[in-house]
């Protein structure tokens, strides 16, 4: 039962004591989320961890954020996945032969490595970040993703960006590019579907991925809280769709949408379009202030892959650990590694 992995996940902690800490993510499960050392977005976590002395980096996450905890952590450190079947829907559609596919055939239109700045949302595998970092391009989270546009624009007029178009448009957006110099690459058709003339047009590439939660998310949620509670706040993670996002009050990564809650003021209504735990979390946390916090969704609306990692999984991992078996080791190759480290500090630099 999940009340008996709690018990063996809090023995084998005790055993192993400061040689591993546990990370989860805003989007964790709350009977996982309550063995946190640390919590936080996937990047604070891999830079908390790369900080700590622990010898194993335990990340309560997905398969791509125990990547960047491996690649920014020393390399005496292990980076531990519970589950490894707890990936990312939206990091796997793109992978490094489409991308790669999609740098040649617009190098039969201009020339990519002079032309085009390669931004990879860090919800991407690893090897993506190494083609990043390879050519001339650069990592960006929900945070910092404006920022990051600014410079890759610095460095070159156009920006192919992967592998969330809803990020990528709304952040295009908000630096004041014009939604029709914004096309969609679609990996699955020849040159992306797009005629020459439209790459050459074209500010944004916007690969043709997204997150499949966040687009659960509709316009009509807001317009009907928004008849009901005339003064309610709405708030939105930049994974929604244009609309959604354009119709909120606020739009910001999870960090951002759990500080602007907490700080606004007591006595208000919110409806959050982001994962469920973390809204219900929130919830609860605000509700003595007065606050209500509304999940944007009618539907039950989970990460599942986020939710694979149970106490259960937690338990055997961290038993396997105190008995000095390593499980579910998450180690990206050095040549790989070493590109992706390119990508990654470029961004850290600027944040
Ligand atoms: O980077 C993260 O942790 C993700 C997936 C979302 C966010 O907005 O923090
Ligand atoms: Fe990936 Fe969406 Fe789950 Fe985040 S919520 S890990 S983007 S599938």
Excluded at 249 to 269: F, H, Q
Aim: proline share 4%; glycine share 6%; charged share 20%.
């Amino acid at each position: 039962s999940d009340k008996a992995a709690g018990e063996r996940i809090v023995a084998a902690r005790a055993r192993l004591g400061k040689r591993a800490v546990l990370l989860c993510h805003h989007y964790q499960r709350a009977d996982v989320y309550r063995h946190a050392d640390l919590t936080g977005d996937s990047l604070k976590l891999a830079r908390l961890a790369s900080q700590s002395d622990a010898e194993f980096i335990v990340f309560c996450g997905v398969h791509f954020m125990a990547e960047v905890a491996d690649i920014l952590s020393r390399p005496e450190q292990i980076a531990i996945l519970p589950d490894l079947a707890a990936g990312c829907s939206m990091a796997d559609m793109a992978n490094l032969a489409k991308v790669e596919r999609c740098w040649r055939e617009l190098g039969t239109v201009l020339n990519p490595d002079e032309e085009i700045t390669p931004v990879t949302y860090i919800n991407s595998a690893a090897d993506l970040k190494a083609f990043c970092g390879e050519h001339g391009g650069i990592v960006c989270t929900s945070s910092n993703a404006t920022t990051i546009l600014d410079w890759a624009f610095a460095q070159r007029g156009k920006v192919l960006f992967f592998p969330d178009q809803h990020l990528g448009r709304w952040s295009g957006f908000k630096k004041g590019i014009p939604l029709d110099e914004m096309e969609i690459w679609n990996p699955d058709l020849e040159m992306g579907g797009l005629t020459p003339e439209r790459i050459r047009k074209a500010k944004i590439l916007l690969w043709a991925g997204h997150c499949s939660v966040h687009q659960m998310f509709q316009l009509n949620n807001i317009q009907r809280f928004r008849s009901e509670h005339p003064q309610g706040i709405v708030i939105s993670h930049p994974e929604c769709a244009f609309e959604v996002c354009h119709a909120s009050d606020y739009v910001g990564s999870t960090e951002y949408i759990l500080n602007t809650i907490k700080a606004g003021p007591p006595n208000t209504r919110w409806l959050v379009g982001t994962e469920l735990n973390l809204v219900d979390r929130l919830a609860e946390e605000v509700k003595a202030e007065g606050k209500i916090v509304q999940f944007m969704a009618t539907n039950i609306c989970m990460c599942s892959t986020m939710q694979r990692i149970d106490p259960q999984h937690l338990a055997w991992t961290l038993e396997n650990l105190a008995e000095g078996r390593v499980v579910n080791h998450i180690s990206v190759p050095p040549h790989e590694a070493r590109l992706a480290k390119v990508a990654l500090q470029r961004m850290l630099d600027l944040s």
